[in-house]
């Protein structure tokens, strides 16, 4: 039974999806205006461990992630640089895609980008204004957040408090200073479509609104994102999304705490960020997962280089483990069901991904202990399926198993060509492939049946 943290009731409860074995999942992507950081991979990998988690689990998983590819920002943005709103949006989705590949970060089944979805957002601003629920005012229009009852029940702030709150901006177009708008009017120089208001562009809240009913339904099971986007962002979303269907939206609200820098929350917009790409310059991509797994996602986490460099001995644990255990070969064995079921009882109490590593630090301990006494095949083998099914759950070493593969491809590829060589007796080019092949800790042994090779 899996157990999740529901931002909407501030508890954790048993997840039953609205749909027998199917999980319909929305989180929220990057506002592509600047490059990617840690922190919206912190994001990203929350979602990428409850999608794998589910699927391991036996669910039929739909994840959607969004990319915000026209709001102020990159208006902003495109005016400091001159360069056009689309090919910034472009190349940091690019980017994004290379470095979240790189971290094995699994893909969603759509990524919707707000400039695709133009007549879905228009559609949604015209049944609020029908329901009563917005209103055209100055060539914008607004959410009248007034006219929601429910208005603060994800993030616990009430209506009267943001009144009057100092955050909120004066505006003589709204009606209330708290109304949010959904549709703005474009000014001199902007990006902008045509609408029944005049032309203008999407305000942010309502893109997400529209983007993940049209993909999952007017109610889905999860909607996820950073602990920063609870408001005004996702209590916003839950308003026009509910108001204008006046059913509930997401059931389960899954929020990653914030990822700091020198007590901070990394932020672009005060430039203390710290680039994944940059990061994957010095450290391998599952020690950056093992530094992010390391905490629960729902906690927040400071970033320190230090700490990530720490991640690099458990990286070293595991990589040694899995390449003494590749030594033995054989049929898969059976499951170590003691090691399996506190993997799962970690995972199944709100995805406790630094419970689930403990259990796989400690497997990899009775590992080393066990191989030391001497060769028991059978374990070995049942050793291996179990460890690499725990990493998998937490798309660690997958793709390292693949250059693996590569590399042992390629050797078999040269041993093909030194065979060839030797039959036509160009021994020292043969020797030069065998001492190359050395320096790499590759160790050959010609035999009357033919050469064979090992790692040494």
Not at 226 to 232: V, Y
Not at 409 to 428: F, G, P, V
Not at 433 to 444: A, H, S, V
Request: charged residues 35%; contains cysteine; proline residues 3%.
């Amino acid at each position: 039974m899996i157990r999740i943290y529901n931002t909407l009731t501030r508890k954790k409860e048993e997840f039953k999806p609205l749909e027998e074995g199917k999980v319909k999942m929305y989180v929220c992507g990057l506002t592509v205006q600047d490059r990617p950081h840690i922190g919206h991979i912190r994001a990203s990998i929350t979602a990428d461990i409850l999608k794998r988690y589910f699927e391991y689990s036996g669910f039929d998983v739909t994840l959607i992630t969004n990319f915000t590819d026209i709001d102020d920002k990159l208006i902003e943005k495109e005016k400091e640089t001159g360069e056009d709103f689309r090919s910034i949006a472009r190349r940091i989705i690019d980017e994004y895609f290379e470095n979240a590949d790189k971290l094995n970060i699994k893909r969603a089944d759509f990524f919707p980008e707000a400039t695709k979805h133009i007549q879905e957002i228009q559609e949604l601003v015209s049944r609020l204004i029908e329901k009563g629920f917005a209103y055209v005012s100055g060539g914008n229009v607004y959410y009248d957040v007034s006219k929601f009852s429910g208005y603060g029940k994800l993030s616990g702030k009430k209506l009267e408090d943001l009144r009057v709150g100092a955050r909120v901006e004066p505006d003589e177009t709204k009606r209330n200073p708290v109304d949010f708008v959904v549709w703005k009017g474009a000014k001199p120089g902007e990006p902008w479509w045509e609408s029944p208001w005049g032309r203008g562009r999407p305000g942010w809240h309502i893109e997400c609104s529209a983007m993940s009913m049209h993909y999952l339904g007017e109610t889905f099971d999860i909607h996820g994102g950073g602990a920063d986007l609870m408001f005004p962002h996702h209590e916003n979303e839950i308003a026009q999304s509910e108001g204008a269907t006046g059913k509930p939206f997401a059931r389960y609200w899954v929020h990653n705490g914030r990822l700091n820098l020198s007590g901070e929350k990394m932020s672009k917009s005060i430039g203390n960020v710290v680039l994944i790409s940059d990061i994957l310059k010095t450290y391998k991509p599952d020690v950056v997962r093992l530094y992010l797994l390391s905490t629960h996602y729902r906690s927040p986490l400071e970033y320190y280089e230090d700490r990530l460099k720490e991640q690099e001995g458990g990286y070293e644990r595991l990589r040694q483990v899995l390449f003494l255990i590749s030594q033995t070969e054989g049929e898969e064995g059976e499951l170590n069901k003691e090691t399996i079921d506190k993997f799962k009882e970690a995972m199944d109490d709100d995805f406790n991904t630094p419970k689930a590593l403990s259990a796989i630090y400690s497997y990899t301990k009775d590992i080393f202990e066990t191989m030391k006494k001497g060769p028991d095949t059978k374990w070995i083998l049942s050793a291996k399926k179990t460890l690499k099914e725990m990493l998998s759950v937490l798309g660690l070493f997958e793709s390292e198993e693949d250059h693996e593969k590569k590399d042992d491809d390629l050797i078999d590829l040269l041993l093909t060509i030194r065979s060839d060589i030797r039959e036509k007796k160009l021994y020292e080019l043969s020797d030069k492939i065998r001492d190359g092949l050395k320096k790499l800790n590759i160790e050959i042994e010609d035999t009357d049946e033919g050469s064979r090779w090992k790692r040494e």
